[in-house]
């Protein structure tokens, strides 16, 4: 789509050269400066903001999706469901997993495919399981959360990409691979009396990082979405993101503040942070960013924000503005490749 946009670009130039050429002889003055040169970029369909925010609701309504648990088996079909109503291929990877506590789970990766014969690829992540107790609230620590925000909002914002390509005339020239991953948030405590477990944390993308979906499969680079979802959220440039993929960073951002979401992706440094991104560029082999919310104000608060790991994590913060933000910067990226 790029190239054909680049050859159209240069045909209306060449047009616009001569016309002006034309008017040139009769003012006398040199019109071609003036006329403005079209851009390169290729516009991306619209990211639908109030689409994506009734994809958050509705995993919300399902009840926390903490694994072994109905609600959290009833979402993972909802998803799968979604991805083949949106003609992605769909491949669903099943395993058990032993979280930190002992407990076996029963995790399942959600893949979805979009031009799956194209060497270009690009691999756009999210966790779609919700942390099983409120560890960081003083009411009701024990009791899961909504999780408005951690989880489903990065889903949410996939799920409207695979809507809006599904539903657009032109597709990206490169292959879009959406990952679903479970079992992110079942990490260890900070306060557990239990001895220290190393890798608690993304078991989902731990596990597929070493078992890939299809053998060799590759991806140009891969952008992760977490806590993308709420009221006046700011992106800054995570630490693991910079180690491991700063050429994407580069660009996400400067897709984001193109495009006229400046006041979302700041050109700040955060540090880095454990989640799904770091074993997929550690152990997959695939340079991935993680969009996340943090507080690069917070001193010695909690970077991850007030909502985080809480009850107040829940639909009260959910703002279609910043999924529109993260959503419509994404689906640029991917039509300008
Ligand atoms: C740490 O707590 C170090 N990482 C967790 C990342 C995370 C949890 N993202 C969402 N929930
Ligand atoms: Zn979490």
Redesign the pocket.
């Known amino acids: 789509m790029k190239n054909k946009m680049n050859i159209l670009a240069l045909l209306l130039c060449g047009s616009l050269f001569f016309a002006s050429c034309d008017s040139a002889e009769k003012s006398g003055g040199n019109q071609v400066a003036e006329v403005e040169e079209p851009g390169n970029t290729v516009e991306a369909p619209a990211f639908n903001p109030d689409s994506a925010y009734a994809f958050v609701e509705k995993q919300v309504a399902f009840g926390p999706r903490v694994p072994n648990t109905a609600a959290h088996f009833q979402t993972g079909e909802w998803i799968v469901a979604k991805l083949k109503e949106y003609g992605a291929q769909v491949q669903e990877q099943e395993f058990q997993a032993k979280a930190y506590d002992g407990t076996m789970l029963n995790l399942r990766n959600v893949i979805a495919s979009y031009n799956p014969g194209a060497a270009n690829r690009v691999l756009l992540a999210a966790h779609w399981d919700t942390?099983p107790l409120a560890d960081k609230d003083e009411e009701n620590p024990k009791e899961a959360i909504d999780g408005a925000n951690?989880g489903a909002s990065g889903v949410g914002v996939l799920l409207e990409i695979a809507r809006a390509i599904h539903e657009a005339q032109q597709k990206p020239d490169v292959g879009v691979d959406l990952i679903f991953f479970d079992g992110?948030?079942y990490?260890q405590p900070d306060d557990s009396p239990l001895p220290q477990v190393q890798d608690s944390?993304c078991l989902g993308s731990q596990y597929w990082s070493n078992n890939k979906h299809t053998p060799n499969y590759r991806a140009n680079y891969g952008i992760l979405l977490?806590?993308v979802g709420a009221e006046n959220a700011r992106f800054a440039r995570e630490g693991y993101s910079r180690q491991y993929a700063k050429e994407v960073v580069d660009k996400v951002w400067k897709a984001g503040n193109s495009i006229g979401y400046s006041d979302y992706f700041k050109y700040k440094n955060a540090p880095a942070?454990?989640?799904d991104h770091y074993y997929v560029n550690t152990q997959g082999n695939i340079r991935m960013i993680d969009i996340i919310e943090l507080d690069t104000n917070a001193g010695s608060g909690d970077i991850f924000g007030p909502y985080h790991h809480r009850h107040t994590d829940n639909m009260d913060i959910i703002s279609k503005n910043t999924l529109k933000a993260v959503g419509q910067t994404v689906l640029h990226v991917i039509y300008n490749e």
């Open positions: 942390r951690d992110e948030d990490g944390w977490d806590m942070i454990t989640d």
